[in-house]
């Protein structure tokens, strides 16, 4: 470990492994298991620990905790893991947990992820990619988060819980039941509220996809019909209209239920 940029009251372990040119802040503290690429930035009090490996243009801010011990009654200190991609932002008071052996054996996040403050992502999580995670949204264990997603602040997903592509969630609400992709959600219990269309617009999904979208949202929620009954229309909707394999994906997927 050969770092030039690390702040001189930075207590670094010796078998860390830093690219050159990572660079840590005043009184962060970084453990022997840990490996950082290069490009990275890590703020002042910030503590990285366990078998941790986080990826290549990253910043994290200042008071954040990665790579601890699970909040798991069952973990006995198994070498299990958190992975981070590349070119995530992670904001201030953050904690990732490490996986465990009970599951996935690690948490991971992947890339471009923009994850504000207060953040909790506890063990087994998997965040994709392009995803926003609001101030002090927090994700219980073993919990999916799928690409470009987003999560509004206080947003609170129980364990086991996956929350699909595009979909987005008002403050605050609560989450005990899987939500299918491209949905708006809000509410203690959350429910559904529509499809996130402006955030498809502005990622470039043509007017003729958000109909088709739209009209899979009335099948799976104004036509009272069962779970089942709606997958085999949208079955059948997705064979003219991609966009929706996506969404029969997830519903065959599912394993806790779906807010409805």
């Known amino acids: 470990m050969t770092c030039t940029n690390i702040h001189p009251t930075a207590i670094i372990d010796p078998k860390a492994e830093l690219a050159n040119d990572v660079t840590v802040g005043p009184y962060s503290l970084i453990g022997p298991d840990v490996k950082i690429d290069s490009g990275t930035s890590i703020g002042s009090h910030v503590v990285i620990t366990g078998h941790t490996s986080i990826g290549k243009h990253n910043q994290i801010f200042q008071f954040s905790s990665l790579g601890e011990a699970p909040q798991d009654k069952k973990y006995q200190g198994e070498p299990t893991k958190l992975e981070i991609g590349d070119h995530n932002t992670i904001r201030e008071f953050c904690t990732f947990n490490r996986g465990t052996s009970q599951d996935k054996g690690a948490t991971k996040i992947g890339n471009h992820n923009w994850i504000m403050a207060y953040v909790h992502i506890a063990h087994d999580c998997h965040v994709h990619n392009n995803t926003i995670l609001a101030n002090n949204s927090s994700l219980a264990g073993h919990v999916d988060i799928y690409d470009y997603a987003i999560l509004g602040g206080f947003t609170l997903v129980h364990q086991f819980c996956k929350i699909g592509q595009h979909v987005i969630t008002a403050v605050g609400p609560v989450v005990f039941k ?3 992709p491209y949905v708006t959600a809000s509410g203690y219990d959350a429910n559904p509220h529509g499809i996130n269309a402006e955030g498809l617009k ?5 007017a003729e996809s958000i109909t088709n979208i739209k009209r899979a949202y009335k099948t799976l929620y104004r036509q009272s019909l069962t779970l089942d009954e709606a997958k085999v229309k949208l079955t059948n ?7 929706l394999s996506l969404l029969v994906e997830f519903l065959n997927e599912s394993t806790r239920g779906i807010i409805r």
């Open 202 to 206: 502005r990622r470039g999904f043509s």
């Open 178 to 180: 899987d939500i299918p």
């Open 237 to 243: 909707q997705a064979l003219t209209a991609p966009e």
